[in-house]
């Protein structure tokens, strides 16, 4: 009997195996594959050699290396900046009893709004033209200070505005969860610290931060993978030439040796798509060591 729901359990779960087989581990082999095909001509199916040429040609090019600057700073600046700031909100509207899912509501419309169009607001906001310095300018200059090409201009401001506009965009999506997470804490324990006379500031951390953390772990996975396949952020504020602004990401270098005006080259793609991978899988895999010690399920 056991044995007989065990085979149904699996049949029910084929589909999805399937699924995953079809669109993510025949896809991960392949470019497993490929990654190590030297000289691959994709019009011809036909390669001269196996080995590392195209890790060695990807880890050496001067576009790679800046895409992989620009992916670790935008990693290590926004998603521990976007995750405190989301639960510092979360915490506040927690606190507000009148209006707060008409809050919450206007927090999330950043998150269901096209990124592209986004890009177009922030640029119009920060990018000098012929007609205007850009709205941040003009405060700048109002307040006595000196006006910065933030699009166009020095890496720092461009790195800025990149950073800027990545939080804007994933934040409404962490004060979402964070906000659920609080209202799932049972309001006993606060009642119960209270009546020891516990300080607010303790309550927090000793109650509130290890209740919600596994969502604050969540949050804190999801946004590393998320940053580093950040693309489409780039291309919104800086066009699609990428490296001409400096300001590329690894994904948007494996696409550029894809489609772009380099493109044509699936072995390097694949070799750069392998390096990100690996990132990505040895960070998540440090964050689970990590959520062993501080996170409480």
């Not at 007609?131 to 200070?145: P, R, T």
């Not at 609080?182 to 931060?209: C, E, M, Q, W």
């Not at 300001?247 to 080259?265: A, E, K, P, Q």
Request: glycine share 6%; with cysteine; charged share 10%.
């Amino acid at each position: 009997m056991i044995e007989k729901k065990s085979a149904k359990a699996w049949l029910y779960l084929l589909p999805a195996f399937l699924f995953l087989a079809a669109f993510m581990i025949y896809p991960l082999i392949d470019v497993f594959i490929y990654s190590f095909e030297e000289g691959y001509n994709s019009a011809s199916q036909t390669y001269y050699g196996i080995g590392l040429y195209n890790y060695s040609y990807v880890l050496h090019d001067t576009y790679f290396l800046q895409a992989v600057k620009n992916t670790f700073l935008l990693v290590i600046i926004t998603v521990p900046l976007s995750t405190g700031l989301a639960l510092l909100i979360s915490v506040a509207l927690n606190s507000i009893k009148a209006l707060r899912e008409f809050l919450q509501t206007v927090y999330f419309l950043p998150y269901v709004t096209n990124t592209l169009a986004v890009g177009l607001v922030f640029m119009i906001l920060f990018k000098k033209t012929a007609y205007s310095d850009g709205l941040v300018n003009v405060l700048i200059q109002f307040f006595g200070g000196s006006g910065v090409d933030f699009i166009d201009g020095p890496y720092w401001a461009k790195m800025f505005v990149l950073c800027f506009y990545t939080i804007w965009v994933v934040m409404p999506f962490k004060i979402l969860i964070l906000t659920s997470a609080l209202a799932s804490v049972n309001p006993i324990y606060y009642s119960a610290a209270r009546v020891d006379g516990t300080p607010a500031h303790r309550i927090f951390f000793k109650i509130t931060l290890p209740m919600i953390s596994p969502m604050i772990f969540y949050l804190v996975i999801t946004g590393f993978i998320g940053a580093f396949k950040a693309y489409s952020d780039a291309v919104a504020l800086f066009g699609t030439d990428l490296n001409a602004a400096g300001m590329n990401t690894i994904v948007g270098y494996v696409y550029d040796m894809l489609y772009g005006d380099s493109g044509g080259y699936p072995s390097f793609a694949s070799a750069a798509a392998i390096i990100l991978f690996a990132i990505v899988l040895t960070i998540t895999c440090i964050n689970l060591l990590v959520s062993r010690k501080h996170v409480y399920y």
